[in-house]
């Protein structure tokens, strides 16, 4: 693809460059949000909302440079699989992050939870199962989402850190993870099962 007849590339490559390039922008904009606006209480800020965006593209972009090799050929199409789950979940867990605010197990009894969750994750699932080619390829992504997830909650704890937002109600030494992440392992397994009897791509 050529963009303005300047740059030419891959388009898969394109999404990382914009990627590359958003998540470099959101530095200094954050830097100068904190500056103006003190230390943010949301994950959803504007420069974070750049960054998150940022990282979107990169792991789409990853994963339309693998879908590209795994169209032309069946040559190491194991290893190429394995890359597009990789990437993949990565994808998945970026968007969860995204609505990270919205998915915390507290907001399980609104329905904005599920519209959110149902929004980002379901599409996601018939995309990736699609590409996978893998009877079992949503439940191999949940699960190195579930990893991903679950394994940063764990070793950020193990990192000395002390809180400066007041009020501070129980002083802390240590870095706080994130509640337990969903099991989003079951739905998915569902939806492998459901997707073996498809009657066309959108079924």
């Not at 197990?105 to 994750?121: D, E, Q, T, V």
């Not at 009877?135 to 000395?160: H, K, Y």
Request: proline share 4%; charged share 10%; hydrophobic share 50%.
């Amino acid at each position: 693809m050529r963009i303005w007849g300047i740059f030419y590339s891959s388009l898969g490559a394109l999404f990382c460059i914009w990627g590359a390039i958003a998540m470099l922008t959101s530095a200094p904009f954050d830097d100068w949000w904190h500056n103006a606006y003190g230390l943010d209480v949301k994950i959803l800020s504007p420069p974070h909302t750049l960054l998150v965006s940022g990282m979107l593209f990169l792991q789409f972009g990853a994963c339309v440079s693998i879908s590209k090799y795994l169209n032309a050929s069946d040559k190491h199409k194991k290893i190429l699989q394995l890359l597009f789950i990789i990437a993949a979940s990565s994808l998945v867990c970026m968007f969860c992050t995204l609505g990270i605010e919205y998915l915390d197990s507290r907001n399980m009894r609104l329905a904005l939870f599920y519209k959110i969750s149902a929004g980002l994750l379901l599409l996601l699932l018939s995309i990736t199962w699609q590409r996978t080619t893998n009877e079992m390829g949503n439940d191999f992504n949940f699960t190195r989402l579930f990893i991903i997830l679950a394994g940063s909650n764990w070793i950020v704890q193990l990192f000395p850190a002390e809180p400066k937002l007041g009020p501070i109600l129980n002083h802390i030494t240590h870095f706080q993870g994130l509640a337990f992440p969903m099991l989003f392992i079951f739905p998915a397994m569902f939806m492998d099962m459901l997707m073996r009897y498809k009657t066309n791509d959108w079924v």
